[in-house]
């Protein structure tokens, strides 16, 4: 059980297009998902956290028109990079938390999304 | 601010030893603490999760300890394969006061190679 499903795992997009990357988890309901960057040999940081049916809160420095998240339903989260640079090419990773059994599970994560701006 | 160190940054050991991970955070306030694996260019694996009451938990060859007070944890992998040779991470989640989800704080991890 808690598995998350995250689409697409590789994108390559031409600066200044917009790009969306879905987070779903498959087995459990999400009230609350986690957006994460990770930067060549550096440690994942977090960037926002997707509230359903609410604005998500941006983590300090992380411009939220830059990166719009939508979170519309209990399974579902996306991570919109608007106008895309090269400087925003990253490794990104959503995560879940599992309500229903989180004492087990804490945070399940997806498989990550390579996004190459050019 | 919580900041998490592992040490250390890189390990490489002959297939069949014994090896020991060691993490390390800055806010005892923790509400859990999790481990995890991650392979080149993939997402997260989690391996083990221990609550803020917790001493230790195992999952097969994998034994993680936490010392709270101290700000401690260790990732103990007995017998090593050549098939554990990734990157593991170790995140914590600070607890709230107010109530709600927390994202986690997570090192730099430990990029461990074993030699078949």
């Known amino acids: 059980g808690a598995v998350v499903s995250q689409h697409p795992s590789r994108v390559i997009c031409k600066s200044g297009t917009s790009v969306k990357i879905e987070c779903r988890s498959l087995d459990f309901q999400a009230t609350t998902m986690f957006w994460y960057r990770q930067f060549p040999k550096k440690s994942l940081m977090l960037m926002a956290t997707?509230?359903?049916?609410?604005?998500?809160?941006?983590e300090q420095g992380v411009e939220k028109d830059k990166f719009l998240i939508n979170h519309a339903s209990l399974t579902l989260s996306t991570l919109t990079v608007t106008s895309a640079h090269p400087e925003d090419s990253s490794f990104y990773i959503c995560?879940?938390?599992?309500?229903?059994?989180?004492?087990?599970?804490?945070?399940?994560f997806g498989s990550g999304t390579r996004l190459t701006v050019v | 601010k919580q900041e998490v160190t592992q040490i250390p940054a890189a390990l490489s050991v002959p297939e069949g030893e014994n090896l020991v991970l060691n993490c390390s955070f800055t806010d005892s306030a923790i509400y859990n603490l999790q481990w995890f694996r991650q392979d080149p260019g993939k997402g997260l694996t989690s391996l083990l999760l221990?609550?803020?009451?917790?001493r230790e938990q195992t999952s097969g060859r994998l034994n993680a300890s936490l010392d709270k007070s101290s700000g401690r944890s260790t990732l103990y992998i007995a017998a090593s394969q050549p098939g554990d040779s990734a990157t593991y991470l170790c995140?914590?989640?600070?607890?709230?006061?107010?109530?709600?989800?927390?994202?986690?704080?997570f090192g730099k991890g430990t990029h461990l190679i074993i030699q078949p």
């Open positions: 995560s879940a938390r599992n309500s229903v059994s989180r004492s087990r599970y804490g945070y399940t």
């Open positions: 995140a914590v989640r600070v607890r709230q006061s107010g109530g709600g989800a927390d994202g986690l704080t």
């Open positions: 997707s509230n359903e049916g609410s604005k998500a809160t941006y």
């Open positions: 221990i609550q803020s009451s917790q």
